[in-house]
């Protein structure tokens, strides 16, 4: 089972949220709002993701009816909507690490059959591996270290594997059930 201590340098990133610490405030002279993290940052992370995968776009329905470089996309309800969901389950993540971590486990398993319900596969979890360090990388600039890559990878590995084993065991689940006709 997954451990806290498994984690190369967590103590970088625990106690923390995502976006207050390293996102919002890694400098005084490099503050960013809530508002300037999800006009700026949320959207280069999903052009990160769609431009590594370009079919991932499909998985979106707020993606469908923009063609593949429109800007309007970014600001799009559905993106909004999704984009603070995705901030949010960061922070709650991150917030919710510590040496317990059966709570956050099961969260994330239940995101994760969630997300096998809108044709997630496990070949899209390092892709958005990828895209959240190259986010973090590129909005920390010098702030970001190889300290933090490691943490970030560290608690990415974990958040995915909880989501993927949760898809796996609700498609064993599915596959059991059963209709009476």
């Known amino acids: 089972f997954f451990s806290i201590k498994s984690i190369p340098n967590y103590s970088e990133v625990t106690g923390t949220l995502l976006f207050q610490k390293y ?3 890694p400098t005084k002279n490099n503050a960013m709002s809530i508002a300037q993290s999800l006009t700026i940052i949320i959207p280069f992370f999903h052009f990160s993701i769609f431009e590594a995968s370009p079919e991932a776009r499909q998985l979106f329905l707020f993606a469908k009816s923009y063609t ?5 996309l970014y600001k799009d309800i559905g993106f909004l909507i999704h984009a603070k ?3 949010n389950m960061l922070d709650t993540c991150v917030g919710m690490m510590g ?3 059966e709570p956050v486990s099961r969260a994330l398993e239940d995101l994760g059959a969630r997300h096998c319900q809108y044709n ?4 899209h979890y390092p892709i958005v591996g990828e895209a959240l360090l190259k986010t973090l990388e590129t909005t920390l600039g010098d702030a970001w270290t190889p300290a933090l890559k490691a943490a970030w990878a560290g608690i990415y590995a974990f958040m995915s594997n909880a989501m993927q084993n949760g898809a796996r065991d609700f498609l064993a689940e599915s596959s059991n059930v059963q209709v009476e006709i």
């Not at 593949?68 to 309007?72: F, I, K």
């Not at 997630?120 to 070949?123: L, R």
């Open 23 to 25: 996102v919002l405030s």
């Open 68 to 72: 593949e470089n429109d800007p309007a």
């Open 120 to 123: 997630v596969v496990d070949a």
């Open 85 to 87: 969901s995705v901030v």
């Open 99 to 101: 040496p317990d971590m």
